[in-house]
């Protein structure tokens, strides 16, 4: 894929990706989201890199092309439209995932919530003199106690999330 390969290619040339982001007049960042494949340089940007690389666009893409000079722009805008659409969609499924995690913590938040309303504190009602029952009975209001101060916060984070999951158009 294109990112693998500009950084092979950048790595086998000795190169950073400081030093090749001065050469093609970009910040480092900008190589670093090319490398990991967060985004893509435009056509006009990779045939500067082609340059800088001293390497064939074609090679950059991971295929051998031997059209004439108008096609490869062509080629190289098709390729382009093709990882960006890939791009697009993974964002999407990482947002749809995101959401429904969220919604299952806000069920399981309000689930929990429920059992502990019917349940109503029966560890208070135990007989407290023998260590074992003693210790589950804390570690059961030490739950208790922090779940009911802490839940709301992440129940209420976890909607605000959720809002924001929702693709803006």
């Keep these: ?20 982001a001065i050469k093609l007049n970009v910040v480092r960042q900008t190589i670093s989201k090319w490398e990991q494949g967060l985004s893509v340089p435009d056509s006009d940007m990779l045939i500067s890199l082609s340059e800088v690389l001293e390497t064939p666009v074609s090679t ?76 589950l009975g804390v570690a059961f209001h030490s739950f208790e106690w922090l779940f009911v101060r802490v839940a709301p916060i992440i129940f209420i984070a976890a909607i605000i999330g959720i809002f924001f999951t929702f693709k803006k158009e």
């Design 1 to 20: 894929m294109l990112s693998e390969n500009i950084k092979a290619i950048r790595k086998s040339k000795g190169l950073s990706q400081q030093e090749l």
């Design 60 to 135: 950059l893409l991971g295929e051998t092309v031997t059209e004439a000079e108008v096609d490869n722009l062509k080629a190289i805008s098709e390729k382009l439209e093709v990882i960006n659409l890939q791009l697009a969609q993974r964002k999407t499924t990482r947002r749809k995932i995101i959401r429904w995690l969220l919604v299952s913590l806000c069920a399981i938040i309000l689930m929990i919530f429920a059992a502990l309303i019917i349940w109503s504190s029966p560890y208070l009602g135990w007989d407290y003199s023998d260590p074992e029952t003693a210790v």
